[in-house]
């Protein structure tokens, strides 16, 4: 058996086994690509009308929104902008809850209480995570289905590679007017192709999350072989209980508000314990995440603190780094803005379509009759003859 039947086969029972797993993975991406979008359009309560008038401080939004969610941790309030709702958000890993509270930032009117928990987005992004499945099975085997993929890749294009100039031609075009079993082969192998580097992307992007080890591999590699270092807040210094009429929280998000331009979306976590910091999120352009600020301050006196990993001040970053922080942004083509989400969303729906077109080329196989078509006509003969 030479090498190239040994990948076929290799590429065969890869994909017989994990196909199922790559559809869902593929297609839950597919329709999460444009959440963002589908939910401005029809979520109202997501906009306000713009005022000259000044917000709403971060303290009353929480007594507000407490009232809303009385026993319910508060995790961040978030400012999107002028135009946009403020929002409080309560989370819970221990207690598996996720709530946002969308008020009006200038006259503090509830306009809205989201379970995110029982959205249809938090749906579609479980089976993209989990496979719907407890999050201790579904991850790894989500990760693990990423990783077969991405050996399917290389032993895919190693496949579709022609041996000479005619093979070449026919792997570029899909016949329409041949016969269903040799449009579904052109469907697998010339969209495969069409596709190869995004879903290269997505999978290496997708892996960063799904293995610890991929992770430290991938940040070596970027970086030229620096240690990844764990995401970890800073502490605050105890000291002298605050005096002044303005709140600590109010008083920094004022300073910071001021800073910063009314675009930028700025979310604020108020300190969890005695000794936790004041964590703030300043995003200037909130079509993306990776170019966030996150910042670090004392909740006694407000001194910014510093932290060595890479979840700090953006500027101070190496590019490296940077691209790091691109990962998820990268992962669902925001980085390209609209035209990158268009481009994720077809490739995504290419990618799903590989396990139905793969599975039909081994059923023909299986099932074939003696041949009667011509070789242009014949997927399988075409396969075994150009491959």
């Known amino acids: 058996m030479n090498l190239k039947k040994i990948v076929r086969q290799v590429h065969l029972w890869l994909g017989l086994t994990s196909g199922l797993f790559v559809f869902v993975i593929a297609i839950t991406g597919c329709i999460y690509a444009f959440q963002e979008e589908i939910q401005n359009a029809t979520q109202p309560y997501r906009f306000v009308e713009e005022k000259k008038s000044t917000f709403i401080l971060p303290s009353k939004i929480i007594e507000i929104a407490e009232k809303e969610l009385p026993n319910k941790h508060l995790h961040a309030v978030m400012y999107q902008g002028r135009n946009r709702s403020a929002k409080a958000i309560f989370y819970s890993e221990k207690e598996q809850y996720y709530y946002f509270v969308y008020i009006n930032q200038y006259s503090g009117k509830v306009l809205y209480v989201s379970n995110e928990n029982a959205s249809f987005f938090r749906f579609i992004l479980d089976g993209h995570y989990y496979l719907w499945l407890p999050p201790r099975i579904g991850k790894p085997m989500v990760a693990t289905t990423t990783l077969v993929f991405f050996i399917m890749l290389i032993s895919g294009i190693f496949l579709w590679w022609p041996r000479n100039k005619n093979g070449r031609r026919q792997r570029f075009r899909i016949k329409w007017n041949a016969k269903w079993r040799r449009k579904n082969y052109d469907l697998h192998y010339v969209l495969g192709f069409y596709i190869f580097m995004l879903a290269v992307l997505f999978s290496i992007t997708g892996l960063v999350w799904g293995f610890q080890w991929f992770n430290k591999i991938y940040y070596a590699a970027i970086t030229g072989g620096k240690t990844f270092i764990e995401y970890q807040q800073p502490v605050s210094v105890l000291s002298k209980v605050n005096t002044s009429s303005v709140l600590p929280i109010d008083k920094l998000w004022l300073h910071l508000n001021a800073e910063n331009p009314s675009t930028s979306a700025i979310e604020i976590h108020p300190p969890e314990d005695s ?10 352009d909130p079509t993306t995440y990776w170019k966030t600020d996150y910042r670090y301050f004392d909740q006694y006196s407000l001194n910014e603190l510093s932290v060595k990993h890479m979840w700090g001040r953006y500027h101070q970053l190496s590019g490296s780094d940077k691209l790091m922080r691109m990962n998820y942004d990268i992962h ?19 990618i799903a379509s590989l396990p139905i077109t793969g599975f039909f080329i081994w059923w023909g196989k299986r099932n074939k009759v003696k041949p009667t078509a011509t070789m242009d006509e014949s997927p399988v003969s075409f396969m075994d003859s150009k491959s």
Do not use: D, E, H, R
């Not at 669902?332 to 290419?350: C, D, E, N, Q, Y």
């Open 275 to 284: 000794v936790s910091c004041i964590a703030v999120n300043i995003n200037p």
């Open 332 to 350: 669902v083509g925001a980085v390209l803005g609209i035209t990158g989400k268009i481009m994720a969303f077809l490739a995504s729906l290419i």
